[in-house]
């Protein structure tokens, strides 16, 4: 049956956790008060998500197996940097179902939108609409379509979100759902074949692509653990050089940059979850590799607004 939810966040944590049918492990990159928003939206086939976020962030995600999406800006702004690659107010791109595991940067606030379908659904109607298959191998279609197309499909998926927060009610009826679907696909279509500027899929990203791929699983071995760049570079097989200029393509900021910003993530999760009544802010500090503790209970404060230890008084969640 359709449906669909709209809430609001105050927390990294909560709203990464909150996005049905994907992993996202979110770091923030700038210090203030993170909000967010999600709309989340499924009909008979498609799944509509809105994300409208207000602070410059990185995240490593991991989308939902056997599905085919598009992303979008959703208003005119700053852009974001998806596998390293730009995409403006006026471009669109592609998932396929080989690239699921990907990294997304917002360098500032930013709203936008994803339309994802199964893709044996979607391989049949682009073929027979654009004339190929848009889920065959490759790492991603960058497409930047017709101003009248991009116009028409964010008008649909603002229109969508709108009738989750206002009148919810109105998308769990199946012949509105299917209407409203169907309008989608089709928009979703004449963006992605419809005549507009596809860019090429350059052999640099891809090698990136793949290094950057090689990085997340050394960084995923180690979940709970600091993990510094001598060893990272040993394991992944490449130059300290090479690993800062695929970091700062995907990531937006260097591999020691992101590396210390993760290590102050897990420890804000750690204190979160109150280890056990004698956990002290020390041994949570010294776990993820924090040995000055006066300089880390500072930049704990200024990037998350409050001090460890109000953290760790807090009851675990």
């Known amino acids: 049956m359709p449906s669909s939810a709209a809430r609001s966040f105050t927390d990294p944590d909560d709203y990464a956790s909150a996005i049905p049918k994907a992993t996202y492990e979110i770091t923030i990159m700038q210090r203030g008060q993170f909000a967010a928003e999600l709309v989340h939206i499924e009909l008979h086939s498609l799944l509509l998500r809105h994300f409208a976020e207000h602070l410059p962030r990185t995240a490593q995600i991991e989308t939902w197996s056997g599905q085919t999406s598009i992303g979008f800006l959703t208003r005119p702004g700053a852009g974001i940097i998806t596998s390293g690659t730009p995409v403006s107010s006026t471009e669109v791109i592609a998932r396929t179902p ?3 595991s990907h990294y997304l940067v917002l360098p500032g606030p930013a709203s936008y939108g994803t339309i994802s379908l199964p893709s044996d659904k979607i391989a049949a109607i682009s073929t027979a609409m654009v004339g190929q298959d848009l889920t065959a191998p490759r790492e991603f ?34 012949e509105a759902a299917s209407g409203l679907e169907q309008a989608l696909i089709e928009a979703m279509m004449d963006c992605l074949g419809g005549g507009g500027e596809a860019f090429e899929d350059r052999a640099a990203l891809r090698q990136h692509a793949m290094i950057m791929r090689r990085f997340r699983r050394a960084v995923e071995e180690k979940p709970d653990q600091a993990v510094f760049i001598p060893e990272l570079c040993t394991l992944i097989g490449v130059s300290e050089r090479t690993l800062r200029v695929c970091c700062q393509e995907h990531l937006g900021m260097s591999p020691k940059r992101y590396l210390l910003l993760r290590r102050m993530h897990l420890a804000r999760r750690g204190l979160r979850e109150g280890i056990s009544p004698k956990t002290t802010v020390t041994e949570i500090a010294t776990q993820y590799g924090f040995w000055q503790f006066g300089r880390f209970a500072g930049e704990f404060k200024a990037l998350f607004g409050e001090s460890p230890s109000a953290i760790l008084a807090r009851p675990a969640e």
């Open 98 to 100: 080989h690239n699921q």
């Open 141 to 174: 279609v960058h497409v930047r379509p017709a101003p009248e197309s991009v116009a028409r499909l964010q008008g649909l998926h603002r229109a969508a979100c709108d009738l989750a927060v206002h009148a919810p009610a109105v998308l769990t009826q199946p």
